[in-house]
């Protein structure tokens, strides 16, 4: 695309061309990943180390989770990320309406997600199986079963998080897609948050495992 | 004579709606010039009060718990309101696409924002200073940081904001590199400057988020007490330090590359010599950048890692004395058979040659395992660091600014004031912080509101030279202040450099350039192009 063709409404002041706004957008989204990666691997750091110091409480804790919620959250979750790649497809064919339907489908899984886990945690709450101070529960061996609690509150928590700053971004694309914003020319917006998403549904993807089924 | 041109970014548009809400990244540079500065002020007045304080021993003027808050306030707001955002913000801003021929930063709106970011991080840490200010020292080392009354959370989520701030800035710089060179700057064709902040933006984006992350355990411990850094409760305080200096050591390089950078400018435009070793100063900075995420263990060598962590750590740092020692090898070179003048911004390169060496070759002593555990925790980490960090990253971020003020606004600044300035502020620094070497080295332990008298001669000689130090600010304030109204103006290019940024008119039109500029020559090509100084006269 050349300037000669006219300047795209889309095109900010300080690119030359389309093609060169939409590598710096893909560029800037891959570095954000990586922090966001980083962010996370303390977290993970945490999990390795308290683990191995305290295996016999990880294994006598992590019984205490729900795996059908969680495989069930995780299918919800890998879902949602098909139908976030749909939706960016379709606006690559210029299908706005599609693209609408996927984004609200992406949205509601999420919703769905979230849901699903109040109700793990609520039930946890109930029983006392919390982080530090706040412990009470009693059916756990072991001294300081609480801190696989923290680290399990704080990782799903921060992930939690994560789901929701997604559902405020894919809200706001539904907004922009009815509103004419997008086309198959200009879809960089739909496109960064898929990979968000991605990422999102990816630390998931071992988070599940490193808490429901390693005993 | 020159003129000033009658458009230009400082005028156009006007209005303080135009400033707040600018994406131009030069004007993004001032609002980080002015914010910038006044944190520097202000930690600055908290170690003139903490020299005070120490001038003899028992009490001066402060209690001993005033005394432990205005260490804390004076370290914190130094490192996470003022160094880290120093140069990358303010002098990267500004010049950054101007060096580099584009016509801004990839994200102007993701640059305005981490202006706003940076406000509201500092708001949160200075509302600390009325909320009963931090007394655990900038490190906020476990478990005291969770069982001090004092207001930790306010300033440690301040920092956990600034650091996105820091990570806007990095994530940006890199895109901005990566993408918007001006056709045919190759990567070897940018300037020293640009590979400084490229590496120092490499290390922001990946270390600063283990800081957000342990910044926040840290709050979640003390509001809800997970835990996870309570020995009592099954936690690690070790872990926290571990996770603390992971990033905290990577970011020492996040305050030192960029200023290497400017050096790399100054040495070579006031030596009007091609530089010595482009491509090895260029890799050195990544090579700084890589072995910084290896070396985080040598703050620890006390804290009860294991042994065998500590030989390996030791070991490991001894190599950033190589990449290190590259570029002073360099810079030396470069002004050999150069034709050296002596202007302000030279002065300071020189003054960062003398003083980083100092403060590199002493880091080479505290990275050995055995010399460590010694001197730790004395006045010769203090000096070490001071070294380091004032001695090389505020020296080359003044001569940097003093470098760029005629290109930011147009006008020269006193050359003779500036000279004195510049003599007050190498003196005094060396008067302050040379004594605590010898300080450290006799036993003297850090963060202590009181001593042994045999200390009192070198404190007190440490405190006059905090008070020749703040003379040279002073007056460093009054004749830049002067210099706006009264300077006079210089021209397109008053060095006589060949990169981009001087291509253009003092102060740059909004857009930069009125067309983008084509590479002709290599930013260094002293030896091929004459470029004349704008300022009409021999300089």
Known sequence: MSQTAGHPSFLQHHFSDAEQQRESAKLGMWIFLLTEILLFGGLFCAYAIYRSWNPEIFHNAHVHLNVYLGTLNTVVLITSSVTMALAIRSMQLGRRTATLRFLAVTLALAAVFLVIKYFEYSHKIHLGQLPGKF???????????HIFFSVYFLMTGLHGIHVLAGMATIAWLVVRTSRNVFSSEYYTPIEMTGLYWHLVDLIWIFLFPLFYLVG | MNNLPSSSYLNRPQGIKSWLLTLDHKRIGLLYLFSVMTAFALGGVFAMLILLE????????????????????????????????????????????????????????????SWYVYILGSLFALYSIIAGAVDTGWTFYTPYSVETTTSVISMTLGAFILGFSSIFTGLNFIVTIHKLRAPGM?????????????????????????????????????????????PAMGGDPVLYQHFFWFY?????????????????????????????????????SLGIAFVSF?????????SGQSELAAMIFSFLTFFVGIPS?????????????????????????????????????TGIFLGALSVDVHLHDTYFIVAHFHYVMMGGTVMAFLGGLHYWWPKIWGRMY?????????????????????SQFILGSQGMPRRYYNYL???????????????????????????????????????????????????????????????????????????????????????
């Open chain 2, 453 to 539: 008298d045999q200390y009192q001669p070198l404190h007190a000689f440490s405190t006059f030279g905090s008070w020749i130090l703040g003379l040279g600010f002073i007056v460093m304030a009054i004749y830049l202040i002067h210099s706006l109204f009264k300077g006079r103006p210089g021209g397109a290019n008053p060095w006589g450099a060949l990169t981009f940024e001087w291509t253009t008119s003092s102060p740059p039109p909004h857009e930069n350039f009125a067309e983008i500029p084509r590479v002709e020559h290599g930013p260094y090509d002293f030896d091929r192009v004459t470029a004349k100084s704008t300022l009409g006269e021999t300089i």
């Open chain 2, 414 to 434: 006193s050359e003779k004031w500036a000279r004195v300035a510049v003599a007050l502020i190498f003196v005094g620094f060396n008067v302050t912080f040379f």
């Open chain 2, 186 to 230: 190759s990567w070897f064709k940018m300037p020293l400057f640009v590979w400084g902040l490229y590496a120092t933006a490499i290390i922001q984006v990946l270390a600063t988020p283990v800081l957000g992350i342990t910044l926040l355990l840290l709050i979640i411990e003390r509001v809800a007490g997970i835990g996870i850094f309570d």
């Open chain 2, 294 to 302: 290896l070396v985080w263990g040598h703050h620890m060598f006390v």
């Open chain 2, 325 to 361: 020692g590259i570029k002073v090898f360099n810079w030396v070179t470069t002004m050999y058979k150069g034709s050296i003048s002596l202007e302000a911004p030279m002065l300071y390169a020189l003054s960062f040659l003398f003083l980083f060496t100092i403060g590199g070759l």
């Open chain 2, 248 to 284: 905290s050591h990577p970011a020492v390089y996040i305050m030192i590359l960029p200023g290497m950078g400017i050096i790399s400018e100054l040495i070579s435009v006031f030596s009007h010599k091609k530089i010595f070793g482009y491509k090895a100063i260029a890799f050195s």
């Open chain 1, 135 to 145: 412990y009470t529960y009693d059916g756990i061996a072991g001294t300081n079963p």
């Open chain 2, 54 to 113: 120490l001038l003899s021993p028992g009490r001066e003027i402060i209690d001993a718990d005033t005394y432990h808050q205005f260490f804390t306030l004076h370290g914190a707001i130094m490192i996470f309101l003022f160094i880290i955002p120093s140069i990358p913000a303010i002098l990267g801003n500004f010049v950054l696409p101007l060096m580099i021929g584009a016509r801004d930063v990839a994200f102007p709106r993701l640059n305005l924002a």
